[in-house]
């Protein structure tokens, strides 16, 4: 009997992997937008009713594979200033995909592409690493990428796959065989930001400025400040925002208001991990901890989570700056890895605007800084003063 699905998961829980996508064999998967992201809808016309991708869904079929971290962190950066400067922050990652490409294997990760928009690729050579390079926070088109990446393994090619915690979810969950020449490095995310409010963004942006966007560097580094927004336009010239919450799409990020519903109700958060190796900023780090060679230099935090993992890691060691430090520290400083993040005030209201009147009237309305009370009297009176003044309140 023929049984077509309705829907795969429940859609305010689908990270958008893409795997359902990946899976089908007859491509009756399309890809539908809503609030901003893209969802899986099934053309019941082409599907058999194989049931293939409800089997291979990470959240219908929650992945089992979790390691709790183990009792060590790193803070890391490269000793190579090059490296640093144009990686996120300590520079873990370039050599990771250095080593495995100098055995002949392949790297997948997260590039923009030449319309300003973000997609997994595969790279062979050491000279592509700089397109895997640095800080997206768009979320990433995956479709087409884990078939590929299944093809490379099974011709016993080593690879490595970096991505946000969802999407090595959804690779191991769509392999459902475990490989020894695969090797995951997921990267510790604050959550998936949209891709057609970023491009309706740009658009903006370049109606402004009466150029079109042609480059994006969320986290640019310079002589005086490690964190920038810096943006190309197609007539040569550049911006550079010191402050980059002043930016709409950047402040919507960070505040939670353009991020995908399954965000918030993350199941990949906590100090359990599915990847060989976890890499984040070492936000927290004890001041005076480590010598830094220049006051741009911030480290990355590598949790190393299994045997793959610690031997991907002992080869680039000489190529690092590396002090241990606790478990507890880390954890404080990253809240991936203590809860979600929660659902912004503003989110719902945005997305109305935004449906009923166009991003330019939404992004007025919501994307500028909204100070609440808290944030106010912290301004006046001081971080450590508030926090006392809320406790008192709460009595």
């Not at 963004?201 to 490690?226: L, M």
């Not at 197609?234 to 980059?244: D, E, H, K, R």
């Amino acid at each position: 009997m023929r049984i077509v699905l309705k829907q795969i998961c429940d859609l305010k829980q689908c990270t958008g992997c893409m795997v359902c996508y990946d899976s089908c064999p007859r491509k009756a998967i399309e890809q539908q937008e809503r609030e901003g992201f893209f969802y899986p809808v099934i053309n019941e016309q082409i599907c058999i009713g194989c049931g293939l991708c409800a089997d291979v869904c990470p959240t219908y079929h929650a992945v089992s594979e979790k390691r709790p971290l183990a009792d060590t962190a790193y803070a890391v950066f490269h000793k190579d200033k090059q490296v640093r400067d144009s990686s996120s922050s300590g520079g873990v990652f370039y050599s990771l995909a250095k080593s495995i490409l100098a055995e002949g294997g392949v790297v997948y990760g997260a590039a923009w592409t030449k319309e300003v928009a973000v997609k997994h690729i595969r790279i062979d050579s050491a000279e592509d690493i700089s397109l895997l390079q640095g800080s997206k926070y768009v979320q990433s088109d995956m479709r087409d990428m884990y078939n590929t990446v299944r093809a490379d393994l099974q011709t016993g090619k080593k690879v490595l796959f970096s991505g946000v915690p969802c999407q090595i979810a959804g690779l191991q969950s769509y392999l459902q065989i475990k490989y020894d020449n695969l090797y995951t490095c997921e990267v510790l995310c604050h959550g998936n930001g949209s891709p057609v409010i970023f491009e309706e963004h740009r658009k903006y942006i370049s109606r402004t400025c009466g150029s079109e966007v042609v480059k994006v560097d969320f986290r640019h580094k310079t002589e005086k400040r490690c964190q920038n927004l810096a943006i190309g336009f197609q007539n040569g010239t550049s911006v550079l925002i010191n402050n980059p919450m002043e930016d709409w799409y950047y402040y919507g990020f960070l505040t939670g208001i353009v991020l995908r519903p399954s965000c918030y109700q993350c199941q990949y958060v906590g100090t359990e991990r599915m990847a060989d190796i976890t890499l984040a900023d070492f936000w927290g780090l004890k001041e005076g901890s480590m010598k830094f060679p220049d006051h741009i230099t911030y480290p990355s935090l590598v949790f190393v989570n299994s045997r793959k993992g610690q031997t991907l890691f002992q080869k680039n060691i000489e190529n690092w700056e590396i002090v241990r430090r606790s478990v507890e520290e880390a954890v404080w400083g990253n809240l991936s890895l203590r809860r979600a993040l929660p659902e912004h005030k503003w989110r719902k209201k945005f997305f109305k605007e935004y449906h009923e009147y166009g991003y330019e009237r939404a992004g007025e309305k919501c994307l500028i800084p909204h100070f609440d009370w808290k944030d106010r009297i912290k301004k006046m009176i001081g971080k450590k003063a508030t926090a006392f003044l809320v406790k008192v309140l709460k009595r």
